[in-house]
């Protein structure tokens, strides 16, 4: 099977890729290797593919609907996975139009694309953001969703209506996932989960938006890898699936957790929170369990011993993660 997968170069998408050419598929990246965050992370993380025959490379932007159309025709693509967003809440307050534009119109474009050319599955990466701020919880699938407290979430939620709309239009074959704080190796420098290791194994104070009391349910990478995996085997014609852990971990938790697993005693900054940031977020993976036999494996625990682990080897071997975060 020949997959494209947008984005191919960020953390996600990389993680992916390698997963996917291991089992045999021909993968086709579209990236713009932008500089969101240090772009130089991004050329590492897709290094080892290079010269890999089932691997193909394009750098180039999904509002370049030339270009798209070229590859399109060109590489007989049988499923896409669009990776491909500007992601990030906060960057999203500075520049909504920007959001609009890659994360909404990029989608758009694609979404034609898998239209003309009879893509057999389109599967867009969402995010638990578009549940938005609320009391009833866990997040469930079927939640009304009309409320979200950042452009970035907003424009998620707008793509997610886009491909109802294109699977109403064109029966296009489409599963939406929506993915809860994901977390490992590779993982974009500028998430909690980075800058706070590097803060911790540095012996500074870590900057706490709020009181601690936050939670996030944190995924980690393999089961969202995994999952991604389990919707392409199954191909449903239109369903939206959280991929979570259906844990919740609270803030301070996650920074005791990190300091514990470094050993080092983590060290707070207490500062006000943010706007746009939502103060809880929780799966109900009911659903991906019963339809996809999906089951996230790696607990908070594990995963941040094992990304903490890779950090510190990274850092010895003078990696990337000892690049500036932008
Ligand atoms: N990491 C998370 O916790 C998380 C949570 C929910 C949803 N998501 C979604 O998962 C996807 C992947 O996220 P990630 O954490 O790997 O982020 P990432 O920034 O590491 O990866 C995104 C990739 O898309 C590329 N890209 C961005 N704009 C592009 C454009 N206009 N044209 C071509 N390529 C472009 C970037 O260069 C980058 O390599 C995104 O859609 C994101 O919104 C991530």
Request: glycine content about 6%; overall charge positive.
């Amino acid at each position: 099977m020949k997959v494209l997968v947008t984005g191919g170069a960020g953390f996600i998408g990389s993680n992916l890729v390698k997963s996917l050419l291991k089992v045999g598929h021909q993968v086709v990246v579209i990236d713009n290797f932008n500089d969101y965050y240090d772009p130089k992370i991004k050329e590492n993380n897709i290094k080892q593919f290079i010269k890999h025959g089932n691997f193909k490379l394009y750098r180039t932007d999904i509002l370049n609907q030339i270009r798209l159309a070229e590859i399109f025709k060109k590489e007989e693509i049988d499923k896409v996975i669009h990776l491909a967003a500007m992601a990030g809440v906060r960057n999203s307050i500075d520049k909504p139009n920007l959001y609009v534009d890659v994360d909404v119109k990029g989608t758009i474009n694609l979404l034609d694309l898998a239209v003309k050319y009879n893509i057999k599955q389109f599967v867009f990466a969402s995010s638990s953001s578009v549940y938005g701020e609320r009391k009833d919880l866990p997040f469930s699938e079927d939640m009304k969703l009309d409320s979200q407290a950042s452009p970035y979430a907003t424009a998620k939620r707008s793509a997610e209506l886009f491909c109802r709309n294109y699977h109403n239009l064109y029966d296009l074959n489409i599963s939406i996932l929506r993915f809860f704080t994901v977390f490992g190796p590779r993982q974009r420098p500028n998430m909690a989960i980075s800058k706070f290791t590097k803060l911790i194994a540095q012996g500074q104070p870590v900057p706490m938006f709020g009181d601690g009391s936050t939670t996030r349910d944190y995924t980690y990478i393999s089961d969202i890898v995994r999952g991604i995996k389990l919707v392409l085997e199954v191909n449903p014609r239109f369903e939206i699936f959280n991929l979570g852990s259906g844990r919740q971990v609270k803030l301070l938790t996650l920074i005791e957790v990190i300091g514990n697993s470094l050993g080092k005693k983590s060290k707070i900054k207490e500062l006000p929170a943010q706007p746009g940031d939502v103060p809880v977020t929780y799966a109900d993976i009911t659903k991906a369990k019963d339809r996809l036999n999906y089951q996230p494996q790696i607990d908070i625990r594990r995963g941040v011993a094992k990304f903490t682990q890779w950090y510190m080897k990274e850092k010895s071997n003078g990696g990337h993660i000892n690049r500036k975060v932008i």
